[in-house]
């Protein structure tokens, strides 16, 4: 397994910008493919946005399309979501999470992070 820990969350205006940041640690992180869920309250959670380990094919759900880019650097063990156009609706607790494929169900992960709180105001 491997060691996640989220950063970048907070509060923003609807149509501004936050880039989330997951710093791994432990097994050598290339290895795995990264994925960015979000839980709402009272709401599952949900995916948001993954990548693959070498080749950095993305899956997004559809409602972030356009506006949510994951990325990775592979050197820096670090994953990022850049968030824009930021909607009240994307109001969650954002979590990063990593698994031996890329994949859009949580189950498919195995190391989880702590979740960083992003709180967007109308």
């Known amino acids: 397994q491997v060691r996640l820990v989220e950063s970048g969350g907070g509060l923003v205006q609807a149509g501004g910008s936050l880039r989330l940041s997951c710093a791994a640690s432990?097994?050598?992180?290339?290895?795995?493919?990264m994925g960015w869920f979000r839980q709402a309250p009272g709401k599952e959670r949900e995916f948001v946005a993954s990548?693959?380990?070498?080749?950095?094919?993305?899956a997004y759900k559809e409602s972030v399309k356009g506006r949510f880019t994951i990325s990775r650097d592979n050197a820096k063990n670090t994953v990022y979501l850049q968030m824009n156009s930021l909607k009240p609706e994307d109001t969650a607790v954002y979590y990063c999470?990593?698994?031996?494929?890329?994949?859009?169900?949580?189950?498919?992960?195995?190391?989880w992070g702590q979740g960083t709180q992003v709180t967007v105001s109308s």
């Open positions: 999470a990593a698994a031996e494929v890329i994949a859009d169900f949580p189950r498919k992960y195995n190391s």
């Open positions: 990548i693959s380990t070498s080749t950095g094919d993305t």
């Open positions: 432990g097994r050598s992180f290339s290895r795995f493919a």
